[in-house]
Nanobody, 121 residues
Framework: QVQLVESGGGLVQAGGSLRLSCAAS?????MGWFRQAPGKEREFVAG????????LYADSVKGRFTISRDNAKNTVYLQMNSLKPEDTAVYYC?????????????????WGQGTQVTVSS
């Protein structure tokens, strides 16, 4: 059983940046970031395979967000630049017992508790 703990959320003005971190209690394979805004379904943001050789992004964040990982620290990061008010959501880290990147919630086995990101206009 892998436990995931997110950190780095907060309040930022539009155009600003934040870096989210997700520390895992053990070895992980494919990992991803999702977000959920009030009244909306949880949506895929970015994913990365264990080697870091393959990443995938939602169209809404492509070019602004970057996912990366440090396997020595069992940690995955989400660098968020040029933030917009519509990026406001609770951001969740997820991990799966498979190597490849996945984009749907049912493909992930472990979830963090989430960290709030609020972007003011």
């Amino acid at each position: 059983q892998v436990q995931l703990v997110e950190s780095g959320g907060g309040l930022v003005q539009a155009g600003g940046s934040l870096r989210l971190s997700c520390a895992a209690s053990g070895r992980t394979y494919g990992m991803g970031w999702f977000r959920q805004a009030p009244g909306k379904e949880r949506e895929f943001v970015a994913g990365i395979r264990r080697t870091g050789s393959s990443t995938l992004y939602a169209d809404s964040v492509k070019g602004r967000f970057t996912i990366s990982r440090d396997n020595a620290k069992n940690t995955v990061y989400l660098q968020m630049n040029s933030l917009k008010p519509e990026d406001t959501a609770v951001y969740y880290c997820a991990a799966r017992d498979a190597v490849l990147v996945a984009t749907t919630t049912d493909q992930y086995d472990y979830w963090g508790q989430g960290t709030q990101v609020t972007v003011s206009s």
